[in-house]
């Protein structure tokens, strides 16, 4: 029988979108408790529509799609604050969760400029401040910019990351399908800015587009880690580059086998070889668990039941996680990260 890492050894989630992590049950009573239409008015259908299901076929354009309604359903500050609070508090009581990133992009919840965007922020923190009187958890909340959007709109996004980096917000994402407006060296001074002030960057790259752009966004953003990132396996330089930089990945199985970005268990087995032989650190998360319909442990188990992670490294796996997370004490970041912040302060006292 494969071993199976311990429930006593603490976990971390660092690649979750909260649109894909509310529980079915959860929506539901979301939706109907702010008054949404929904397309059915059965549960069981409901459920259907915003999770994978098995007869559905495969692609990453149709992963995408399941996010139209929970994204829907959670653009109000009190339908956010909920959806973070049972999130965190969930991770914990089903895995031990005891680190959650949540990742999310604020202007889809503000139903296209209705609702305010510090509402919503300040919704999703106090989510994670209940989450945190309950449970012995660490939440973090990311920013996911967007490569549809236009550049003066994720602008927006990423000084709203540093304006309540003092919150709970403790990194930038850039997410999204592939864009043929979207171009890596256009963020490269936005995200230098965005780590002056201590925010942790990590991008997601290597999943649908080329493999290319990976290397782009080690060079141009300085990522600490990427998204999913399974493309980089085939290109050596890449791994390089992922290798004496310290990037972590942010692997994600039952997420990529959905969209069909991997193929199957055997190329995957493939893929960690390649990132093992090559010194590539990595994390294993859900991307979703509710709209997978997996958790950390059970994409640890499989890989472990299927002979493609020992004991031993799942367990490096999981300190690995910890070790990467963005959330952290202030005291940890670096002095010369906060003196933009610390400047800020005293013009004010002296204003």
């Not at 653009?75 to 949540?102: D, H």
């Not at 990976?214 to 300085?222: A, F, N, S, T």
């Not at 668990?289 to 992670?309: A, F, H």
Request: charged share 25%; with cysteine; proline share 5%.
């Amino acid at each position: 029988m494969p071993a199976t890492l311990s429930r006593k050894v603490p976990l971390a989630e660092l690649h979750c979108h909260l649109g894909a992590a509310v529980t079915p049950a959860i929506m539901w009573s979301i939706a109907h408790a702010q008054g949404i239409k929904l397309p059915t008015r059965d549960y069981w259908e409901f459920r259907d529509l915003i999770t994978v299901h098995p007869r559905r076929p495969k692609s990453f354009d149709g992963y995408l799609q399941l996010f139209h309604w929970t994204e829907l359903i959670q653009s109000s500050p009190i339908a956010v604050e909920r959806a973070v609070y049972e999130v965190v508090g969930g991770a914990y009581r089903k895995n031990n969760i005891t680190t959650t990133e949540l990742r999310f992009n604020p202007m889809k919840r503000n139903r296209g400029g209705e609702q305010d965007l510090d509402h919503i922020i300040a919704a999703a923190v106090r989510g994670m401040d209940r989450a945190t009187l309950e449970y012995p958890v660490k939440p973090g909340l990311i920013f996911c910019l967007d490569r549809a959007f236009p550049f003066e709109l994720n602008e927006i996004i990423a000084e709203k990351a540093i304006a309540w980096r003092d919150r709970g917000v403790v990194g930038v994402d850039i997410a999204g399908p592939e864009s043929a407006t979207f171009r890596v060296a256009d963020y490269q001074r936005l995200f230098r800015r965005v780590r002056q002030y201590g925010l942790g960057i990590t991008v997601h790259t290597g999943e649908s587009g080329p493999v290319e752009e990976v290397g782009r966004v080690i060079e141009l953003l300085e990522p600490d880690r990427i998204g999913h990132g399974v493309k980089s396996a085939y290109d050596p330089r890449t791994m390089a580059m992922l290798r004496e930089r310290g990037i972590v990945l942010e692997i994600c199985p039952s997420s990529n086998l959905n969209t069909g970005v991997v193929s199957g268990w055997d190329e995957f087995r493939w893929i960690f070889d390649q990132f093992h032989r090559n010194g590539v650190r990595y994390s294993i998360s859900t991307d979703g668990p509710e709209m997978l319909k997996t958790y950390i442990r059970d994409e640890l188990s499989t890989l472990g039941r299927l002979g493609i992670l020992t004991l031993e490294q799942q367990e490096h796996i999981a300190a690995t996680s910890l070790a990467a997370s963005f959330v952290r004490n202030v005291s940890d970041v670096p002095l010369s990260n906060h003196q933009p912040a610390r400047r800020e302060v005293v013009e004010r006292e002296e204003g």
